[in-house]
């Protein structure tokens, strides 16, 4: 039986009788036209009076070379104005066009670089020079789009299906294109825009322009949909910047054009081919995707002589040239390099490494982990300051990267071995890599003993010991150790960690088990790694997989199942749970899995006859990602009219949700399903484009095995919630800054003794 909650428990089966008229945010008929989307653009809100005078400085970087402008790029202007703090995000100002050319922009800050500018004068300066950010993009129509794609039939239950369809219906809010007539020219006005040729999806939110690795997703989730041609014009965008560049940029801005992202193209272009076998578009593509290959080649990779074999390997790595803080998170970069708990202030050169290890931070995707950090932080904090300044990602050989390309030179392999673009030449040189990649990620990074990948660190010369989702990679690319292939208990104990993850936890798998404040970090758990989990789930053979899930011993919880040191964390230093009346649940024991049930987990579906444990878990984690997203969404206003009513604006008003209609966040809580996860440098963002497709591909591929969840109700969760979720207050779900950066600065510069300079 269920065990008691000391919440409210919805059934939201039961919800199914009841029919009530609400607002639903895609209905199934969804407008194929141009959608109605208000752009709304942030306004200036300074956190000091504005005849304060500006914080002192520290000198302004110097210029890069890889990013053009004087007003956008790290310099006096741009340094200024972050100072000034006019908004809490700095990717806003970042992302607004000008009103005139550089030049009279430049003339226009002039008088406002003084040693005695005031809030007033840069706000000023601002408001006249610069238009509302995201102007430059505007929706598109979906001409093909279809309210009812083929896949909604695979989900047998009534509510999922009807959910499922919602999140489809998103499509049509994402899509932009670039808005022509808004564009800049650099002689009326200027802007960071990198126009776009075609269609494409953005993932929501802050980021309103395309992203390189986030459309791997979106792309899964444009296939379920049958929306090829969208699908197709984004492949396009990335070879268009491939001509322009040599590389897909981390976005579609100009500040992001000295770093990349996951280089997952190929990936995309492999998984377009499968699902329309539109072969045409390898004409262009092919040539393209070796350019893509000879940038990484020559900018990425190096050979490394292994400690365990003796055997040299090349193999790749993120390094970002780079001296300064990221435009679009000045101020956060800045605040990182002159932290007021520095005794000792950073010199020119201490703070210039530190940025180009935050930029090949933000290159990883993972922006940012403890998994690349000096020291990492176990037991919790939320100062990331330390964690940050002890980034270490340049001298690590990670174990995903050098994953992607594997499978990227078999895909480019297979291209290559028939059909009218065959090329043995090629074939067998996209083999031989691919060979030579794969004998190093199990030289380097598989540890036979503790059953897991870890990504290999230069700086000790030896295998890390730190454990992330990072794991799943090898499997999800067909790299399955030969003691997984050959031994079911292995198997099992490489997977282990999901099946303690199921039994302890409320939602989904965390990214790593230590909780720093970071976002890529506990107790966060984000869409692509559940995507990637279940992928590596799913290549594992059935002989290995088909026992029963094996149970803890008595007393013990399902950490007893991992193999010794995996985690490389003791049971009572893993994440906090809930709490239960009050109190905190058991940290160790076989009291801390609270949703262990027979054969199956809480919201974690049901178990069936004769169902392995690969099975088990994989029907478990995808029930638990629907209900993460489902209960975020229904928390935050989403309903459907005779399946689902809508919250009671009592029940709304704790994620501060009366006037929404739900939110599909970017990433989830490990503890939490009704909220969104948290940390990191910006405010959890809602959309969303790599959640979205990855819900579309779980219902695809579970859709039969989905079973609607049981939510909390989001007043007595509220009345429980706080252990070991930072200060702050609630809105949407996610959990915001209650620090004001203003005051953070001016702490910052008051410590470090920084006197005034004029920029």
């Not at 020079?129 to 047998?156: C, D, H, I, W, Y």
């Not at 492949?235 to 981390?250: A, H, K, R, T, V």
């Not at 965390?510 to 966060?524: C, H, I, K, R, Y």
């Not at 704790?654 to 503890?671: D, H, L, Y």
Request: proline share 7%; glycine share 8%; aromatic share 10%.
């Amino acid at each position: 039986m269920f065990p008691k909650w000391s919440i409210i428990v919805y059934a939201i089966r039961a919800a199914r009788a009841i029919s009530q008229a609400s607002t639903i945010t895609a209905p199934a008929s969804v407008t194929t036209g141009v959608p109605t989307i208000t752009l709304v653009t942030s306004v200036a809100s300074p956190t000091a009076p504005l005849t304060a005078t500006l914080p002192s400085q520290v000198p302004p970087p110097p210029v890069q070379a890889w990013c053009p402008s004087k007003i956008f790029c790290p310099g006096a202007l741009l340094q200024t104005v972050n100072v000034a703090v006019l908004w809490s995000d700095p990717k806003t100002f970042v992302d607004k066009p000008t009103n005139s050319d550089q030049q009279s922009v430049l003339a226009a800050f002039a008088p406002v670089n003084t040693t005695n500018a005031t809030e007033g004068a840069v706000l000023n300066f601002v408001d006249n020079n610069f238009r509302g950010e995201g102007l430059e993009l505007e929706a598109q129509a979906l001409p093909n789009f279809n309210a009812n794609p083929p896949f909604l039939s695979k989900v047998t239950d009534p509510l999922l299906r009807a959910f499922a369809q919602a999140v489809h219906g998103y499509w049509t809010q994402l899509v932009r294109g670039t808005n022509s007539s808004a564009l800049c020219d650099g002689k009326t006005c200027v802007s960071t825009l990198i126009p776009l040729n075609h269609t494409f999806v953005v993932p929501g939110g802050r980021f309103r322009e395309q992203y390189y690795w986030d459309s791997f997703w979106i792309i899964e989730g444009l296939i379920q949909s049958q929306l090829f041609d969208v699908a197709n014009e984004t492949l396009q965008n990335f070879m268009d910047e491939i001509e322009s560049f040599g590389f897909i940029p981390n976005g579609g801005r100009i500040y992001y054009l000295n770093r990349s992202q996951p280089p997952l193209f190929i990936w995309m272009l492999a998984n377009y081919v499968a699902a329309t076998n539109d072969t045409a578009i390898l004409d262009r593509a092919l040539p393209l995707a070796e350019a893509r290959s000879h940038h990484l080649s020559n900018n990425r990779s190096l050979t490394v002589t292994s400690p365990y074999t003796n055997t040299t390997h090349t193999l790749s790595r993120y390094a970002v040239t780079n001296s300064a803080p990221r435009p679009e998170s000045y101020l956060t970069d800045y605040m990182t390099a002159n932290d007021p708990t520095l005794s000792t202030p950073l010199n020119e050169s201490q703070r210039a490494e530190l940025y180009s290890e935050l930029a090949t931070g933000a290159e990883t995707g993972w922006d940012y982990s403890t998994r690349f950090i000096s020291l990492p932080i176990a037991g919790g904090t939320n100062n990331t300051a330390p964690a940050l300044r002890s980034l270490n990602v340049k001298n690590h050989i990670p174990v995903d990267l050098n994953t992607i390309l594997y499978k990227s030179n078999l895909i480019l392999a297979g291209f290559y071995s028939s059909g009218s673009r065959a090329n043995r030449i090629a074939a067998e040189k996209h083999t031989a890599t691919a060979a030579n990649i794969r004998a190093g990620i199990l030289d380097l990074f598989w540890d036979p003993s503790k059953l897991a990948f870890y990504d290999f660190n230069l700086t000790s010369n030896s295998r890390n010991t730190f454990f992330s989702a990072a794991t799943f990679y090898p499997l999800w690319a067909g790299i399955i150790p030969n003691e997984l292939i050959s031994n079911s208990t292995n198997a099992f104990g490489f997977f282990s960690s999901i099946n303690m993850v199921l039994r302890r936890y409320n939602g989904t798998y965390p990214t790593t088990f230590v909780e720093s404040g970071l976002q890529w970090d506990a107790p966060n758990a984000w869409p692509p790694h559940q995507y990637i989990a279940l992928q590596a789930l799913r290549a594992l053979p059935d002989n290995v997989s088909s026992g029963a899930i094996p149970q803890p011993p008595s007393g013990k919880s399902g950490f007893a199942l991992l193999p010794d040191g995996q985690l490389g964390l003791e049971e009572n230093n893993l994440p906090g749970q809930v709490l239960r009346n009050g109190e905190n649940t058991s940290s160790t024991g076989s009291s801390a899995d609270i949703n262990a049930l027979s054969g199956t987990f809480v919201n974690g579906g049901n178990a069936t006859a004769g169902e392995g444990w690969r099975d088990a878990l994989a029907r478990g984690l995808a029930n638990r990602y629907f209900t993460s997203a489902l209960c975020s969404w229904h928390a935050t206003g989403g309903s459907i009219p005779g399946l689902l009513p809508r919250l009671t604006d009592q029940q709304l008003n704790v994620s501060q949700s009366i006037n929404n209609t739900g939110n599909m966040f970017e990433k989830f809580s490990i503890r939490d399903i009704d909220s969104a996860g948290r940390g990191g440098e910006y405010t959890v963002q809602a959309g969303f484009g790599w959640t979205n497709g990855v819900a579309l591909w779980v219902a695809s591929v579970f859709g039969d095995q989905l079973v609607a969840p049981e939510c909390p109700d989001p007043l007595v969760q509220a009345s429980t919630a706080g252990s070991g979720t930072g200060s702050g207050s609630r809105k949407n779900g996610a959990l915001q800054p209650s620090v004001a950066p203003r005051v953070l600065l001016g702490l910052a510069l008051l410590a470090t003794g920084l006197q005034l300079v004029v920029v």
